[in-house]
């Protein structure tokens, strides 16, 4: 089916809703680009939007294609394949798309530059690469056979020819390298080493970041000269999990499925300090407390509302109850070696200590090798606060 046609009207209102999202206007070589990408052509025939609910509104083009063209240019995620009844594929805002580039330092490219994507999906994102630094600057790669195919077909047909590469983000593309920029469009919780080893000194790695806590924030690192790199994380983007070909992951036990001795007190922190929707407080206890997950049980077979808490690699597991009645102390139980609500305690107090400070005020160093260090700058200082080890 052809697609309909967008009109001037749809690309200026994209174009200002861009610019309100962003507070400053967008610069003319990012504008020029949104303006020459036509990101219909890059969506398929039906689409789903958030409804602000948990769940998604669909959108279909050969039943109303008024509509399907209007939300393809709304600022807004869209999302383009379920698996399993889960989303596994989106249309990133175009915002965010900009908002990137932005941090990657393509806002006015005044150079030659090479150029990797990470993840090709509909392949607007490369489409947008292609017209802002040519076809020959940009290599996408993507694990999805389907995606892949999809996407290198939407670039042709809409007249971009980047090198589409079918095959896993995490080891890169190495016979193009050295890349001055590169540029995920999933999240990770932890940089890569091939991401590393193929950025010129000097060079851009941007990427949205997710910890098993908090699915928040993107890195902007700047590579060293010895292999190393340091950056900060900027408060925007959730994005889908780089997903992997032969996952390793594995789930925890929980705590329905251990009848073990546990470790039970009364604490004072309340669960929803933690885990209530405070992005500057969730963030800090998932990049301080790695591994370590949370869900909400509120169907009230073990207390009105409970927080369960688990080492997605381990054994460890917490419940924290609220007896529906006292807000000022919970009922915590503790198994495993990890003492999982005391760590999340830990990590809480000294968010509270250094002032609340918000994502933009935490960073991370990577050593040549591959050691990382998160690290916050508040209360007149540096102060690291987690090491961890690529794995």
Same mark, same amino acid.
Request: charged fraction near 20%; include cysteine.
């Given at each position: 089916?052809?697609?309909?046609?967008? &009109?001037?009207? #749809?690309?200026?209102?994209?174009?200002?809703?861009?610019?309100?999202?962003?507070?400053?206007?967008?610069?003319?070589?990012?504008?020029?680009?949104?303006?020459?990408?036509?990101?219909?052509?890059?969506?398929?025939?039906?689409?789903?939007?958030?409804?602000?609910?948990?769940?998604?509104?669909?959108?279909?083009?050969?039943?109303?294609?008024?509509?399907?063209?209007?939300?393809?240019?709304?600022?807004?995620?869209?999302?383009?394949?379920?698996?399993?009844?889960?989303? &596994?594929?989106?249309?990133?805002? =175009?915002?965010?798309?900009?908002?990137?580039?932005?941090?990657?330092?393509?806002?006015?490219?005044?150079?030659?530059?090479?150029?990797?994507?990470?993840?090709?999906? $509909?392949?607007?994102?490369?489409?947008?690469?292609?017209?802002?630094?040519?076809?020959?600057? +940009? $290599?996408?790669?993507?694990?999805? $056979?389907?995606?892949?195919?999809?996407?290198?077909?939407?670039?042709?047909?809409?007249?971009?020819?980047?090198?589409?590469?079918?095959? /896993?983000?995490?080891?890169?593309?190495?016979?193009?390298?050295?890349?001055?920029?590169?540029?995920?469009?999933?999240?990770?919780?932890?940089?890569?080493?091939?991401?590393?080893?193929?950025?010129?000194?000097?060079?851009?790695?941007?990427? =949205?970041?997710?910890?098993?806590?908090?699915?928040?924030?993107?890195?902007?690192?700047?590579?060293?000269?010895?292999?190393?790199?340091?950056?900060?994380?900027?408060?925007?983007?959730?994005?889908?999990?780089?997903?992997?070909?032969?996952?390793?992951?594995?789930?925890?036990?929980?705590?329905?499925?251990?009848?073990?001795?546990?470790?039970?007190?009364?604490?004072?922190?309340?669960?929803?300090?933690?885990?209530?929707?405070?992005?500057?407080?969730?963030? #800090?206890?998932?990049?301080?407390?790695?591994?370590? @997950?949370?869900?909400?049980? &509120? @169907?009230?077979?073990?207390?009105?509302?409970?927080?369960?808490?688990?080492?997605?690699?381990?054994?460890?597991?917490?419940? +924290?109850?609220?007896?529906?009645? #006292?807000?000022?102390?919970? +009922?915590?139980?503790?198994?495993?070696?990890?003492?999982?609500?005391?760590?999340?305690?830990?990590?809480? /107090?000294?968010?509270?200590?250094?002032?609340?400070?918000? +994502?933009?005020?935490?960073?991370?160093?990577? /050593?040549?090798?591959?050691?990382?260090?998160?690290?916050?700058?508040?209360?007149?200082?540096?102060?690291?606060?987690?090491?961890?080890?690529?794995?």
């Amino acid at each position: 089916m052809r697609a309909p046609a967008a &009109t001037v009207a #749809h690309v200026q209102h994209l174009l200002a809703q861009v610019n309100q999202f962003l507070k400053d206007p967008v610069p003319p070589a990012l504008e020029r680009a949104l303006r020459t990408v036509p990101r219909h052509r890059f969506l398929p025939d039906r689409i789903w939007r958030s409804d602000g609910q948990g769940g998604y509104d669909p959108f279909d083009r050969a039943s109303d294609p008024g509509r399907w063209l209007d939300a393809a240019y709304s600022d807004a995620p869209l999302v383009t394949q379920f698996t399993d009844d889960l989303p &596994t594929s989106s249309a990133s805002m =175009p915002s965010m798309v900009l908002r990137t580039l932005l941090l990657a330092g393509l806002g006015a490219p005044s150079r030659a530059l090479n150029v990797m994507e990470l993840g090709t999906a $509909t392949g607007f994102n490369s489409a947008v690469l292609c017209a802002l630094l040519g076809d020959q600057a +940009v $290599t996408t790669i993507e694990l999805d $056979t389907t995606l892949a195919e999809q996407g290198e077909r939407n670039l042709r047909a809409a007249g971009y020819t980047p090198k589409v590469i079918r095959g /896993d983000a995490a080891d890169g593309w190495p016979d193009d390298a050295p890349y001055d920029v590169i540029l995920a469009t999933f999240s990770v919780d932890r940089i890569p080493p091939a991401w590393m080893a193929q950025t010129v000194p000097g060079g851009r790695i941007v990427t =949205p970041w997710n910890s098993a806590w908090c699915c928040y924030g993107t890195l902007a690192l700047t590579a060293g000269q010895d292999g190393s790199a340091q950056g900060r994380f900027h408060p925007f983007a959730s994005y889908m999990p780089m997903r992997r070909p032969h996952p390793t992951t594995r789930d925890a036990p929980g705590p329905a499925a251990t009848d073990r001795p546990t470790h039970s007190t009364t604490s004072m922190l309340s669960p929803w300090a933690v885990a209530g929707g405070d992005l500057d407080a969730e963030f #800090h206890v998932g990049l301080t407390v790695p591994g370590t @997950s949370f869900a909400w049980d &509120t @169907s009230g077979d073990h207390a009105p509302v409970r927080l369960e808490v688990a080492d997605g690699m381990g054994p460890s597991w917490a419940t +924290v109850d609220y007896d529906g009645h #006292h807000s000022d102390r919970f +009922v915590v139980a503790q198994y495993g070696p990890r003492q999982l609500w005391d760590e999340i305690g830990a990590a809480y /107090d000294r968010w509270h200590t250094l002032g609340r400070p918000g +994502v933009d005020q935490h960073g991370l160093t990577i /050593d040549a090798t591959g050691t990382h260090t998160a690290w916050v700058e508040a209360a007149g200082g540096r102060h690291t606060v987690q090491v961890a080890r690529s794995r």
